[in-house]
């Protein structure tokens, strides 16, 4: 007998007590919002803070715990947001401190929490206090608070060091002094237009310790920290004495980078955090070269939750997913940490692409492969990923199956990276596409007044409104995915998973009453059946105690 197997949705008295439960970041389930790209209230073709709100009903009804934001402060938006001019504004873009405080009060409303983004390691240049170091000349107490060195060579025409920059370039910039004449350099990890806080200086700690207080007056429930593993510098900025030093990324300690002062900042945020009651957290973003170092960050009096970047980056491949996730789990366990999942998010190639392509191209890709091999893969991912021990971020659209678009004009894209020429590939407008809501209209549904990237013609088919309801679709996969996991609250708890036997390729294990197989090959393959099938990310046939399992499909069964 073939079948898909699939489970209803969740209630609505289920989701209104996710925030009454103690410890639920150990297993919740986040959904990262991009804001310009999620609904856009006033017609603009720029998503904001009011079509976030808007649209919170159907994150409750798809099952999600909490929300995480990604940046909407005042922002000359050099680099999405991330270049911050105030970090206590709205930027008018996505509208006021009132549509903030009413978004969070309507998430909590529906039991939902919200984590916003927090940019830490660097600031806009438009920022009142980098106005002020270059306006007020060398010597200014303020140009402490930034990284303002002399340039080496004969006139300081050289920069200080030999970084790079993550874009691409030298990572230092010269400024024309009051005077007009060349003067110092600043250092800028990112665009120059984002120079780097220098986290010795007293008022850079204070300064972030009350913007931490901001936000949770405001009622947040906690902060994803970007370029957590940045902020405190080597002392000297001693040289890397190499080129190409983006390629060293994620495989050695830099000088910049995972720096172990870091870990004093987060202690003392800590400390700022646990003042305030309903169990806030912090989520770190940090490219470390371990995952053992990556649980130096959510030891117990630092951070929750550290982003599981070895994992986002693994091949379907049940040898290596296998070795990453005994690692991850290994790593976290004598911290006390969650494990967390990811498969994508707002920097890299959606996962409905990068498993359409040939394995071994990394995170950022530029060609569409087999659209149809890429969603069933990601389909299985999905449900590999949501029957892990720990938490698991959803990034907007990937519960519609979307592809990256990877063939915008050059003209319409809006990467800083893409025009820097070096550094990253500066493609990460594809998977930062507005998501479609309805079948067709302006931009399906997105906004009455066009989008800020192009949708493609196919977008209407993918919207919600067309997978609606519709059993097998991958919206009603992720809404039935959430409903169980949500039934069944050991399925996030725990640290450990059982293997058990399976084929070459094959990933099958169990966890109390629960099991999960997933296949990863190009071929079907049988297994024994465990039990009563509880959902599968595609077609599979059952027979004399056995389990036929197509290629690249994943199985939930309960023993039970």
């Given at each position: 007998m073939?079948?898909?197997?699939?489970?209803?949705?969740?209630?609505?008295?289920?989701?209104?007590?996710?925030?009454?439960r103690r410890?639920?970041?150990?297993?919740?389930?986040?959904?990262q919002?991009?804001?310009?790209?999620?609904?856009?209230?006033?017609?603009?073709?720029?998503?904001?803070?009011?079509?976030?709100?808007?649209?919170?009903?159907?994150?409750?009804?798809?099952?999600?715990?909490?929300?995480?934001?990604?940046?909407?402060?005042?922002?000359?938006?050099?680099?999405?947001?991330?270049?911050?001019?105030?970090?206590?504004?709205?930027?008018?873009?996505?509208?006021?401190?009132?549509?903030?405080?009413?978004?969070?009060?309507?998430?909590?409303g529906?039991?939902?929490?919200?984590?916003?983004?927090?940019?830490?390691?660097?600031?806009?240049?438009?920022?009142?206090?980098?106005?002020?170091?270059?306006?007020?000349?060398?010597?200014?107490?303020l140009?402490?608070?930034?990284?303002f060195?002399?340039?080496?060579?004969?006139?300081?025409?050289?920069?200080?060091?030999?970084?790079?920059?993550?874009?691409?370039?030298?990572?230092?910039t010269?400024?024309?002094?009051?005077?007009?004449?060349?003067?110092?350099?600043?250092?800028?990890?990112?665009?120059?237009?984002?120079?780097?806080?220098?986290?010795?200086?007293p008022?850079?700690?204070?300064?972030f310790?009350?913007?931490?207080?901001?936000?949770?007056?405001?009622?947040?429930?906690?902060?994803?920290?970007?370029?957590?593993?940045?902020?405190?510098k080597?002392?000297?900025?001693?040289?890397?004495?190499t080129?190409?030093?983006l390629?060293?990324?994620?495989?050695?300690?830099?000088?910049?980078?995972?720096?172990?002062g870091?870990?004093?900042?987060?202690?003392?945020?800590?400390?700022?955090?646990?003042?305030?009651?309903?169990?806030?957290i912090?989520?770190?973003?940090?490219?470390?070269?371990?995952?053992?170092?990556?649980?130096?960050?959510?030891?117990?009096?630092?951070?929750?939750q550290?982003?599981n970047?070895?994992?986002?980056?693994?091949?379907?491949?049940?040898?290596?997913?296998?070795?990453?996730?005994?690692?991850?789990l290994?790593?976290?366990?004598?911290?006390?940490?969650?494990?967390?999942?990811?498969?994508?998010?707002?920097?890299?190639?959606?996962h409905?692409?990068?498993?359409?392509?040939?394995?071994?191209?990394?995170?950022?890709?530029?060609?569409?492969?087999?659209r149809?091999?890429?969603?069933?893969?990601?389909?299985?991912?999905?449900?590999?990923m949501?029957?892990?021990?720990?938490?698991?971020?959803?990034?907007?659209?990937e519960e519609?199956?979307?592809?990256?678009?990877?063939?915008?004009?050059?003209?319409?894209?809006?990467?800083?990276?893409?025009?820097?020429g070096?550094?990253?590939?500066?493609f990460?407008?594809?998977?930062?596409?507005?998501?479609?809501?309805?079948?067709?209209?302006?931009?399906?549904?997105?906004?009455?007044?066009?989008?800020?990237?192009?949708?493609?013609?196919?977008?209407?088919?993918?919207s919600?409104?067309?997978?609606?309801?519709?059993?097998?679709?991958?919206?009603?996969l992720?809404?039935?995915?959430?409903?169980?996991?949500?039934?069944?609250?050991?399925?996030?708890?725990g640290?450990?998973?059982?293997?058990l036997?399976?084929?070459?390729?094959?990933?099958?294990?169990?966890?109390?009453?629960?099991?999960?197989?997933?296949?990863?090959?190009?071929?079907?393959?049988?297994?024994?059946?465990?039990?009563?099938?509880?959902l599968?990310?595609?077609?599979?046939?059952?027979?004399?105690?056995?389990?036929?399992?197509?290629?690249?499909?994943?199985?939930?069964?309960?023993?039970?």
């Amino acid at each position: 007998m073939s079948q898909q197997h699939t489970a209803a949705p969740a209630d609505d008295s289920a989701v209104a007590t996710v925030a009454d439960r103690r410890d639920w970041w150990r297993d919740a389930v986040i959904y990262q919002v991009y804001p310009r790209s999620f609904a856009d209230s006033n017609g603009d073709g720029m998503g904001d803070l009011e079509g976030v709100r808007s649209r919170l009903p159907y994150l409750r009804d798809l099952g999600v715990d909490a929300v995480w934001l990604s940046p909407f402060y005042a922002s000359p938006q050099a680099d999405a947001g991330y270049d911050v001019a105030d970090y206590r504004a709205v930027d008018p873009m996505f509208g006021n401190l009132l549509d903030a405080d009413a978004l969070i009060r309507d998430a909590h409303g529906l039991g939902l929490r919200i984590i916003v983004d927090l940019v830490p390691n660097h600031s806009s240049d438009q920022h009142e206090w980098f106005k002020r170091a270059v306006a007020e000349g060398p010597g200014s107490p303020l140009r402490e608070r930034y990284h303002f060195r002399p340039g080496k060579g004969k006139h300081g025409e050289l920069p200080p060091n030999d970084w790079e920059s993550i874009f691409g370039g030298p990572a230092w910039t010269r400024v024309t002094e009051p005077d007009g004449t060349p003067g110092e350099w600043y250092l800028h990890l990112f665009a120059p237009e984002q120079p780097d806080f220098n986290w010795e200086h007293p008022a850079v700690g204070d300064e972030f310790r009350s913007i931490l207080r901001f936000w949770l007056d405001m009622g947040v429930d906690g902060f994803r920290i970007d370029v957590a593993h940045g902020l405190v510098k080597a002392d000297g900025l001693p040289d890397l004495g190499t080129h190409d030093q983006l390629k060293l990324l994620g495989n050695d300690v830099m000088p910049f980078f995972d720096q172990d002062g870091v870990h004093e900042v987060y202690r003392q945020w800590r400390k700022v955090l646990d003042e305030y009651a309903g169990e806030k957290i912090f989520v770190a973003e940090a490219w470390t070269p371990t995952v053992e170092r990556t649980a130096n960050y959510v030891r117990p009096d630092e951070l929750h939750q550290a982003f599981n970047f070895q994992y986002l980056g693994t091949d379907w491949d049940a040898g290596q997913l296998r070795t990453v996730i005994d690692r991850t789990l290994e790593a976290m366990r004598p911290v006390g940490a969650p494990a967390t999942w990811v498969l994508s998010n707002h920097d890299v190639t959606r996962h409905a692409t990068r498993f359409a392509n040939p394995p071994g191209l990394g995170t950022q890709i530029r060609t569409a492969g087999d659209r149809a091999l890429g969603l069933r893969r990601a389909r299985a991912a999905t449900l590999l990923m949501l029957a892990l021990p720990g938490s698991a971020y959803v990034y907007q659209g990937e519960e519609l199956g979307l592809p990256d678009v990877v063939d915008l004009p050059d003209e319409v894209r809006q990467d800083p990276a893409y025009f820097r020429g070096a550094g990253q590939d500066g493609f990460r407008d594809g998977c930062r596409v507005p998501i479609p809501w309805t079948r067709a209209g302006s931009s399906y549904g997105f906004g009455g007044g066009g989008s800020w990237l192009p949708q493609p013609t196919t977008w209407g088919e993918l919207s919600v409104e067309a997978q609606q309801g519709v059993p097998g679709s991958t919206l009603e996969l992720y809404r039935s995915a959430l409903s169980v996991r949500r039934a069944r609250p050991d399925l996030g708890a725990g640290d450990s998973v059982q293997w058990l036997r399976a084929p070459e390729g094959v990933l099958a294990f169990r966890r109390g009453d629960f099991v999960c197989v997933a296949n990863t090959t190009g071929e079907s393959v049988t297994t024994p059946s465990y039990g009563r099938v509880l959902l599968a990310s595609g077609e599979f046939t059952e027979a004399d105690d056995e389990t036929k399992v197509p290629a690249d499909t994943t199985v939930w069964w309960t023993t039970a």
